[in-house]
């Protein structure tokens, strides 16, 4: 008897299990069953932009709070996490399904939506005035109309596009994974010129694919590749002015500082470095403790100190360097979360850990704002936390899991639903009355 009760129970422990997993499954966890990245970020106006999971946020940068989700109601195997393209009339961002959605700035509600059909988004989009640029990870190049949506002009290239174009003068300059920069046109998408072309000189290793946005000034642009190499590439010319060795990959993008004519990038060793603009000699270095990815950010603490902060994978995992020497202008901290600890499938408590930062800072007045990734264990919630720009304190977190449950809660006030309004629900009841049936039948049987 105790044998025949032990099994039911156990049947019973793995129904109400198997519908908890369904029903966690339906409830917008996305993120967790699809390719996910790190959040996208863009402060635009009063508001900060982040793509992360299966939403997409404005934040009020004052308080972390959300002004509005986009979609409302999560869709599963949605996910997002490039960031946010923006303009006063129009957000545009992009899944890692195959869709391109028009956002209205005021309340996130769609616009227009374009869907590529054939592949998925990875790289974000460039806003243009008549036009918006983006590509798929197939290697096409869409120029979109900005009010419609529609397609105005296509360009194949010969491999995949992983980054987002960069829009300057009437012009599109985009990298690829097939070690092409391409150029092109961008009222009417004819190609003006690629680099490189193949010809590189036979003691200078063959350029490698390319993930980051390039970066343009005074007629140069200034690019990364996974061959371990930064190059200057003349537009006038379309040839290389120098070029600088690092000491792995190169992922994000360069940025200039005008004030000292020098370039400052960093590759996937934490190599951080500042370059001469006019031969690329180095002015100074810096070793992170972890993998750069998100592109340096140039700003000027309230003593006038020209900056750069810089997000690694890494302790710590947020620098704040002199631009003029590469010393820190403020002591490096580590933004940290919980970590749950598991034996097997077992919780077996928390712990506080370093959080990687892949994603580009942002900052305000005031603010630095960090997104984090959630990785592994790490699920507490917390993507977006603000630190004060000249002490590091911690001001807000912006927590994606509370925002969905405040959101949960609301819709569940406004609009009570049954238990029976959900086909797991059903199921589950079923499930069980038949076990009660087959119990209480074979009860009988026994008297």
């Known amino acids: 008897m105790i044998t025949q009760r032990l099994k039911i129970y156990l049947l ?27 959040p996208g970020i863009n402060l635009f106006n009063d508001s900060v932009y982040v793509a992360y999971g299966s939403q997409v946020y404005a934040i009020d940068p004052r308080n972390g709070e959300a002004q509005w989700a986009f979609p409302e109601e999560p869709v599963n195997g949605q996910t997002f996490f490039t960031p946010p393209a923006a303009s006063d009339d129009v957000i545009v961002v992009t899944d890692y399904r195959d869709s391109l959605f028009a956002l209205n700035p005021a309340d996130g509600t769609q616009q227009w939506v374009f869907k590529s059909e054939d592949s998925h988004f990875i790289g974000g989009a460039a806003i243009g005035e008549d036009f918006i640029y983006a590509a798929t990870e197939d290697g096409a190049i869409h120029a979109l109309d900005r009010e419609t949506g529609l397609v105005e002009w296509s360009y194949e290239t010969n491999g995949s596009i992983w980054s987002t174009p960069l829009l300057a003068d009437g012009v599109l ?36 694919p390319m993930v980051g ?33 690092t000491t792995n990959w190169v992922w994000s993008s360069p940025v200039i500082d005008e004030s000292n004519k020098q370039l400052i990038g960093a590759d ?8 001469t603009l006019e031969d690329g000699t180095p002015i100074w270095t810096y070793d992170a403790s972890g993998p750069v990815v998100g592109a340096p950010l140039l700003d000027e603490l309230a003593n006038g100190t020209s900056v750069v902060y810089l997000t690694c994978d890494g302790d710590p995992n947020l620098l704040v360097l002199k631009t003029s020497d590469g010393e820190a202008a403020i002591r490096p901290v580590t933004v940290q979360a919980e970590f749950t600890t598991k034996f097997l499938f077992f919780n ?81 009841f079923i499930s069980i009355t038949l076990l009660m049936f087959t119990l209480f039948g074979r009860g009988r049987r026994q008297q």
């Open 348 to 428: 077996t408590g928390e712990n506080t850990r370093p959080v990687p930062i892949f994603a580009s800072p942002v900052s305000t007045a005031d603010l630095l704002i960090v997104g984090v990734h959630q990785l592994g264990a790490n699920q507490s919630g917390d993507i977006l936390y603000a630190l004060d720009r000249e002490s590091l304190q911690e001001e807000w977190r912006f927590n994606q899991k509370t925002y969905e449950r405040q959101e949960t809660e609301e819709q569940e006030q406004e609009e009570p639903t049954s238990f029976f309004s959900s086909p797991i629900n059903i199921l589950l």
């Open 213 to 245: 946005t390039p970066t343009l000034y005074e007629g140069v642009l200034y690019f990364g590749s996974f061959n371990n190499r930064v190059y200057a590439v003349s537009t006038e010319t379309r040839g290389v002015l120098w070029t600088y060795d």
């Open 173 to 208: 300059y985009i990298t690829a994974l097939d070690r092409r920069l391409y150029v092109l046109d961008a009222e009417t998408g004819t190609l003006s010129w690629q680099f490189s072309d193949g010809e590189e000189a036979s003691d200078s290793p063959p350029i490698g």
């Open 268 to 275: 996937l060793d934490g190599h951080i470095f500042a370059l």
């Open 12 to 38: 019973l422990v793995l129904l109400l299990t198997l519908a908890a997993v369904f029903t966690s499954g339906c409830s917008g966890s996305a993120a967790l069953l699809s390719d996910s990245g790190w």
